[in-house]
Structure formats: C-alpha cells, structure tokens
C-alpha cells in the first residue's frame, strides 16, 4: 500500500493505489494499465468496506439505570461519538447498530438529531454475539436489502469512540490478505494464573502476550461463515449454563428432625447457610407420608442434601432416591442427591464402615439412569470444635461445587471432607 502524496484532499482507501511517475507521459501509464493482466486490476480494486455496532448492552456492568453507549458525553450520548467517528471514514459504506427493541426508538431520535448518515438499524440479540449475527445478516445482501454484501465487515465497540481512521485501515487491510484482524496493544497489568485452590500457580511473561483489542476485521464471507456454524452451538451452552445457575440457588436438607437439635447433621445445616448466603436452603423430613419432601419437589428444586442421621448405613438415601424417582422431578434437569455420612471410627471397624457404604456406587448406576446424580460425602466425627468447624466448611464448599458443577463423572464417589 502507497501513502497519498502529501498534500492529497482525501484519506487512504483499503488496497494498493496507482501512482503515474513523476515526469511521465500520462499515455504511456495508461498504456501499461491497460496491458495489466484481469487478475491485476482486480487487486487494485478497494475492497467494499462495512461496520457493525453491537449496542445492545444493559448497563449492568457499568451500574447504571441507563446503557452507557447512550449515556451523555460532551452533551451528546456517548454512541454519537462513535458513529461520528465512523462516519469520518469515507472508504466505510454502511453502519450497521444491533440495538434493543425497547431503544430502538431512542436510536432513531439520536441519529435524526445529530444527523448521521449511511447507518442502519437492526434488533439486537439476547447476547453480545447474537446481536453482532444480526448485523451481520443486515449485510448478506438479500434482494429486499438496501444494504450490498461488503468484500471486508469492521466490528467495533459502540462505546469506544477514539477510534483512528489509520487503525481502522490496517485492520482492514490486514484483513483484506489474511482473512481476519483485530488490534493489539502490549500488556501493562501483571496477569497470573491461579491454582484450582485459588492460589497463585504462575505469572505470563507480559512480553510474550498482547490485549485484544477493537475494532477487528474480517473478510464478510468467512466471518459470516463461522458465525452461521457457531451461533447455534453458543446459544445451547449459554441456555445450559444459565438453567444452571438458576437450579442451583436452591438447596433442600433431608434429615429426620426429631434428632437432637444439637447433633452434628444441624451443624453441617447452619455452616450451609453461613457459606452460602445467596442459596436458599429449606429442610424437610422423611417421615412416613413425605409431606414435607413432596411439597418442596412442588416447589422444584432440584438438589438435595441426605444427612443420614439415625444410621450411617444408606437407609435414609435410599428412601430418598425412592421418593424422587416417583416424583419423576428429573425428567427434564438432572437432580443432584449427596448423601452425607458422620464416620464414627471409634465404635464401628473402620473396614466395615466403609465397606457398607461402598454400596452407593451401585445405587448411583442405577440412578443415573433415572437422571439423578449421586455422590457421597464422609464427614469424620467426633472431632475437636476446631477440626469440626473446618471440615464442616470443607463439606459446604463440597456440596456447593458439586451442585453447581453438576458434574457427572463425580457419580457414585465417596469424597471426604
């Protein structure tokens, strides 16, 4: 690519520029043009240059009631700055923002008021990544479309508006020979990578790394291309982690509450609590009608917790697996059951206990079948206050994972806290 000669009245298109030789005939320049091969010319043709502008964020991030891409700066919404800036670059033919249904009138007025031109509107997404496919459907070129197909698509941050008309034209043009680029910038901040126990495990060597950064580029039909691929598989893991994360804020407690009310299983019920103070955690009995329990599978949830408190055998689990697998609640989520063992090794043989409860792998098999996921969980019991309290917030930590996780190579597992 040739710069403009100085003194030019306009900015650098995309694609190499055909300069005559000072001092040379203009007739013979166009005479070797003209000798130039198809496939030459084609290279000098400048690509057809578009953007889109995902501007469907909620502000959540930010804290504030109004999305920051319409939040006034300079006495005018930030979003403004943007497409202005955009709008400077001549070589970018259309503009194409993915906003909300309900903003998308307040949109309309922003453009109608500071007059900006060659922009279109389309709905965003439920996601960053749905309202970027939507723009970019705006400009596959279908036959009702105002909009052409562009050779390369910009994607940009609505709200970042100090983007530079020379950034912008190396991406592109970077783009334009490799099929994909996007801006970098080196590293300031330290960033680690911490162990599973949430310690520092290593530091990256910031020479060796480089932040991401927009705007990016990509050739419009190999972007379009990935995003037809990848669009459908993205929204099922975002609908999976999401039911995820809303069937686990509940937790059920199965213990026969006519223990002592100073047995240890209540304990384990209260560090529960503490740990994990945005769940809800409810108890119930098994008793012989199973009121208790039928009412809180009407409420739907979908995680318990057995603390086998008569015996430390699988009794009181088994009544529990038996009670879900009528109740067929797993149908449609996986239901998470941890039973929950106090292993008194002083008065039973260790061996022996172990043995028993050993049992739950078999149990599990037969489970899974039914979409229930059980895993054990041994607490050793008596110990001193001390020991007691931190094995009771390992346990916590325990179950909190496993729900959450709902990990189903876990199944059958015996985990000791």
Not at 124 to 138: E, K
Not at 376 to 382: A, D, E, Q, R, T
Request: glycine letters at 6%.
């Amino acid at each position: 690519m040739e710069p403009a000669p100085p003194g030019g009245s306009g900015p650098a298109e995309p694609g190499p520029r055909l300069r005559g030789l000072r001092g040379a005939d203009p007739a013979a320049s166009a005479s070797l043009l003209s000798r130039a091969p198809a496939e030459a010319a084609l290279q000098l043709r400048a690509p057809a240059v578009a953007a889109v502008l995902p501007a469907g964020g909620s502000g959540e991030r930010m804290g504030v009631r109004t999305p920051k891409q319409f939040c006034p700066v300079l006495e005018r919404p930030l979003i403004s700055h943007t497409l202005q800036a955009l709008e400077r670059v001549c070589w970018i033919k259309d503009i194409v923002v993915a906003v909300t249904s309900e903003n998308m009138e307040a949109m309309k007025g922003i453009i109608q008021r500071y007059q900006h031109k060659r922009i279109s509107l389309v709905e965003a997404g439920v996601t960053r990544h749905r309202s970027i496919f939507s723009g970019l459907r705006a400009l596959e070129g279908q036959p009702d479309s105002q909009l052409s197909k562009p050779d390369v698509v910009i994607i940009h941050d609505a709200v970042r508006p100090f983007v530079e008309e020379d950034v912008l034209l190396k991406v592109v043009t970077a783009a334009k020979e490799h099929g994909a680029a996007g801006a970098i910038r080196p590293l300031v901040s330290t960033v680690i990578s911490p162990s599973a126990d949430g310690c520092l495990d290593h530091s990256l060597e910031r020479a060796e790394h480089r932040a991401s950064e927009m705007p990016q580029a990509f050739l419009f039909d190999v972007i379009y291309e990935a995003y037809q691929q990848v669009t459908y598989k993205r929204d099922l893991y975002a609908a999976e982690s999401i039911i995820k994360e809303r069937i686990s804020q509940q937790i059920c407690i199965v213990m026969d509450t006519k223990e002592d009310e100073e047995h240890v299983g209540h304990h384990l019920e209260e560090m529960l609590k503490n740990e994990l103070n945005h769940v809800k955690i409810t108890s119930g009995a098994l008793s012989h009608t199973g009121r208790d329990l039928q009412q809180i599978i009407l409420e739907q949830c979908y995680n318990f917790v057995c603390v086998n408190v008569m015996t430390s055998e699988l009794e009181e689990t088994q009544k529990l697996l038996d009670v879900l697998k009528e109740s067929n609640l797993s149908i449609l989520y996986p239901v998470v059951v941890i039973s929950v063992h106090f292993l008194d090794y002083k008065s039973v043989p260790f061996g022996q206990k172990m043995e028993n409860l050993m049992q739950i792998r078999e149990f599990a098999k037969e489970v899974k079948k039914r979409n229930i996921l059980l895993c054990g969980l041994i607490i050793y019991y008596p110990q001193d206050e001390q020991n007691l309290q931190d094995s009771l917030r390992q346990g916590a930590t325990i179950i909190a994972t496993l729900i959450k996780e709902r990990n189903s190579g876990l199944v059958g597992q015996l985990l000791v806290a």
